[in-house]
């Protein structure tokens, strides 16, 4: 048997050596990822070789803007505490009892505390501070420019109670819903009314409803 052993232990060294690669055989390949826009022509040219330092990317070309012309489209924002004083909005929010309503509905400043680590915890005030721009220039100016009309309506419905929200929102919904079963079109474009409206109402709707039912939980 010692003979067999030997033998079937000298089958396998050699067939372990057959497979391990030689280090005089195998070369190393460097690849580069390296890329050029010339596409390796000699009649091209690199962009980067010709073009300003200032339009090199896009926060320089922003801050070339800013030279060249300072109320600009490109970094232009929208003054949200400009229009907040323009439009009243404070006295308007003070006139329509809206902080009382609030807090009558149960959303008083220590429940205000008791959000803030929610809001945190789900990373809501993160989302917030990476979209600053979009908030500003988006979300900002929807808001401010319609609380004139806005404040009034909410200030009825906070005396009313999450039931208004709920029936606003079903208003939507049902709204939307009469808009797809009468295959209503918008005029002169002639898309569908249900559909585009409802990129609107749908999720207006939904937020209404959300506001019903964290009044209705919030309410003591």
Do not use: C, W
Not at 67 to 88: C, F, H, P, S, T
Request: negative net charge; aromatic residues 8%; glycine residues 8%.
């Amino acid at each position: 048997m010692a003979p067999l052993k030997l033998v079937f232990l000298a089958i396998t060294a050699s067939v372990a050596v057959a497979f391990t690669p030689s280090t005089s055989r195998v070369q190393k390949v460097t690849s580069s990822t390296q890329l050029y826009e010339d596409f390796g022509f000699d009649f091209a040219e690199q962009t980067y070789e010709n073009q300003p330092d200032l339009l090199k990317g896009e926060q320089e070309y922003k801050q070339y803007m800013n030279i060249v012309k300072e109320d600009n489209m490109l970094n232009k924002k929208y003054n949200a505490i400009g229009r907040v004083r323009e439009l009243e909005l404070l006295q308007a929010t003070i006139d329509n009892g809206l902080l009382s309503k609030l807090e009558k509905n149960g959303l008083d400043l220590k429940t205000i505390e008791q959000l803030l680590p929610l809001l945190e915890q789900y990373g809501l005030l993160s989302v917030a501070a990476n979209n600053q721009q979009l908030i500003v220039n988006l979300a900002a100016p929807l808001l401010i420019e319609g609380a004139p009309i806005l404040l009034p309506v909410v200030a009825g419905a906070l005396d009313i109670g999450p039931t208004a929200f709920f029936a606003a929102a079903a208003a939507l919904a049902g709204a939307d819903y009469a808009l797809f079963a009468n295959n209503v079109n918008i005029p002169f474009v002639g898309l569908s009314a249900g559909f585009y409206l409802g990129l609107l109402l749908v999720p207006l709707s939904a937020v209404l409803a959300g506001a019903g039912i964290a009044l209705g939980s919030l309410k003591k």
